[in-house]
């Protein structure tokens, strides 16, 4: 079975530091990463996804992950954050194949302090 | 949000009514998928389609009920049965069931029970 872990409920980080978003997922073969954004009472959307290739993946306003084999993991950056990156941010994961579902984390609340 | 739309933005519901809540979309997509979202629990799934006039159960179907007989509609009705029907409900689409597709979220439904 899929699961998805974002370990930390919440992330504070001050304007213009360097921000990361923790995933870490088990599956059974290949995975298909995602990562999305919601805003309040918003939908979510889309910044950036995995599915083979280079490790480091580069997406929308500036946000990159990087896929780690070895430790399950496909966490979220940016090296400068933004007040306006505050937000809930999930990962998900789509085992390899077709008819897998999406599986999403609970997803974690970055808070960037000005 | 793309093209997908989601009505209305706020429903009220008396407690024993049956709602239904729209979802539409003009991406061509031919997988469609309702979500529910409570705080801290990320996204549960709660009906799925892969073409018209076909569909199945998610994680969490008891108590609502789905239609697919156009490409571009796949409505969910919260009905009765559901005991705690009050969340948001964010409708999704894939062009495909391919494992490497991007799912795209509509802007969502807050369903609150009275």
């Known amino acids: 079975a899929q699961s998805v872990a974002q370990p930390e409920d919440q992330v504070n980080v001050a304007e213009g530091n360097p921000l990361t978003v923790k995933c870490t997922y088990s599956v059974s073969g290949n995975p298909y990463l995602f990562w999305y954004v919601q805003y309040p009472n918003r939908g979510l959307q889309f910044l950036l996804k995995?599915?083979?290739?280079?490790?480091l993946v580069k997406g929308s306003y500036g946000f990159e992950a990087e896929f780690n084999k070895s430790q399950t993991s496909f966490h979220l950056k940016k090296p400068s954050a933004l007040v306006s990156d505050s937000a809930l941010y999930f990962c998900?994961?789509?085992?390899?194949?077709?008819?897998?579902?999406?599986?999403f984390g609970p997803g974690t609340r970055l808070s960037v302090l000005p | 949000d793309g093209g997908i739309t989601q009505s209305p933005k706020y429903l009220f519901r008396k407690e024993g009514q049956n709602v239904t809540l729209s979802c539409e979309q003009n991406?061509?997509?031919?997988?469609m998928y309702w979500y529910r979202q409570d705080p801290g629990q990320g996204l549960r799934l709660i009906y799925y389609s892969q073409i018209v006039n076909d569909f199945q159960k998610g994680d969490i179907a008891e108590g609502y009920s789905v239609s697919r007989e156009k490409k571009e509609s796949f409505p969910l009705t919260v009905t009765s049965a559901q005991k705690n029907p009050t969340a948001f409900y964010l409708c999704?689409?894939?062009?495909?069931?391919?494992?490497?597709?991007?799912?795209?979220f509509g802007p969502g439904t807050r369903l609150t029970v009275l």
């Open positions: 991406l061509n997509h031919d997988a």
């Open positions: 995995y599915i083979t290739g280079d490790n």
């Open positions: 999704a689409s894939t062009k495909s069931r391919v494992g490497t597709d991007t799912q795209y």
């Open positions: 998900a994961v789509r085992d390899l194949g077709v008819g897998q579902n999406f599986v």
